[in-house]
Nanobody, 121 residues
Framework: VQLQASGGGLVQAGGSLRLSCATS????????VGWFRQAPGKEREFVGG????????PYMNSVTGRFTITRDNAENTVYLQMNSLRPEDTAVYYC???????????????WGQGTLVTVSS
């Protein structure tokens, strides 16, 4: 499964972005997808995830109420809608596919290349 994250860019604080995680070749059938982010000089952290049956996990505390993960299984795409963005949301965002949605990077089999989100104050 080859994943491609896209949709990042530069946005002002308070703005919104929608990231996409799409596959090429194989489908995401049966796979859960997690979103992670990594800010400069920091470890990669779990933002949230969604199962194949569209059940979402709790989101990381700092994004709860602002970020929403959805998926379109027919389109093999998972989305991360980010609203009310803050400068501290600046990071490279990654999507990853695995059999379970967990907050450990080790549990995912496939990773996208990441997309940079920069939030200006």
């Amino acid at each position: 499964v080859q994943l491609q994250a896209s949709g990042g860019g530069l946005v002002q604080a308070g703005g919104s972005l929608r990231l996409s995680c799409a596959t090429s070749g194989r489908t995401l059938d049966g796979y859960a997808v997690g979103w992670f982010r990594q800010a400069p000089g920091k470890e990669r952290e779990f933002v949230g995830g969604i199962t194949w049956s569209k059940i979402t996990t709790p989101y990381m505390n700092s994004v709860t109420g602002r970020f929403t993960i959805t998926r379109d299984n027919a389109e093999n795409t998972v989305y991360l809608q980010m609203n009310s963005l803050r400068p501290e949301d600046t990071a490279v965002y990654y999507c990853a596919a695995g059999r379970l949605v967990v907050n450990s990077t080790r549990s995912y089999d496939y990773w996208g290349q990441g997309t940079l989100v920069t939030v200006s104050s």
